[in-house]
């Protein structure tokens, strides 16, 4: 049988016949700890400590785009949502907006301040309405490139890592982030095949679903909603 203080493990994993070790999977808490995970077999328990750091932004994702408008651009909003049970630091994060010709960065846009569980940040043209309340950054009209392909990530520029991605119109596997060693992939999983046809958004819905395939969490709404509730 297996245990776990903070974080969480299967009840138990199988040693196959003539074998050793068997392999499991840890899932970590939210938060920084120091984690005791325990095997028992009979009278016998071994332990091995697990050292969780808090990184920036867990469970914070790319929730809503509308990089598509049906005449000029200035309505274009990326909505970023915490899908996790705690509060999330936002410093040393930045949204990355990368062109499929190219397959680099061409802008970005630096995040701060803290997002509460279950909140929204919403980018956006200066015409879009967000609800009071919901923290707003104000982007350029034209800011969002409208694909074949093209995408966004929330970048860690402390650790150089991807938080979340999407890409639309097409795969995004191997593209380059000013300053960063790379190459990165926005592709999760399988690239969706959704796209903004001009009167829409991308979503994912319920807010927050993440399985890690983009094929799956992602889907065209002709109801807009930049920071509330995705409505299908």
Request: hydrophobic share 35%; aromatic share 6%; proline share 6%.
């Amino acid at each position: 049988t297996l245990s776990a203080v903070s974080g969480t493990v299967p009840a138990s994993v199988t040693v196959p016949a003539d074998e050793y070790m068997a392999t499991f999977t840890y899932t970590a808490p939210d938060t920084a700890v120091t984690d005791t995970v325990t095997a028992t077999l009979g009278t016998t328990s071994l332990t091995s400590t697990i050292d969780v750091t808090a990184g920036l932004a867990p469970g914070l994702v790319i929730n809503e785009v509308d990089y598509d408008q049906p005449s000029t651009d200035t309505a274009e909003f990326v909505e970023l949502y915490n899908a996790s049970s705690s509060t999330i630091t936002l410093d040393g994060l930045s949204l990355v907006l990368i062109n499929g010709s190219s397959n680099s960065e061409y802008n970005r846009f630096d995040l701060t301040g803290t997002l509460a569980p279950g909140a929204f940040l919403v980018l956006a043209n200066s015409g879009v309405t967000v609800p009071g309340g919901v923290t707003t950054i104000t982007i350029p009209s034209n800011s969002l490139q409208n694909g074949a392909p093209d995408g966004m990530a929330i970048f860690n520029t402390t650790t150089e890592e991807i938080v979340d991605a999407l890409c639309w119109e097409g795969a995004m596997p191997a593209v380059t982030i000013a300053g960063a060693a790379g190459p990165f992939s926005l592709v999760e999983g399988t690239a969706t095949t959704e796209d903004d046809t001009g009167a829409g958004s991308l979503i994912r819905h319920p807010d927050g679903t993440d399985t890690d395939d983009a094929s799956v969490d992602w889907s065209f709404t002709t109801t807009p909603t930049p920071g509330s509730t995705n409505t299908p």
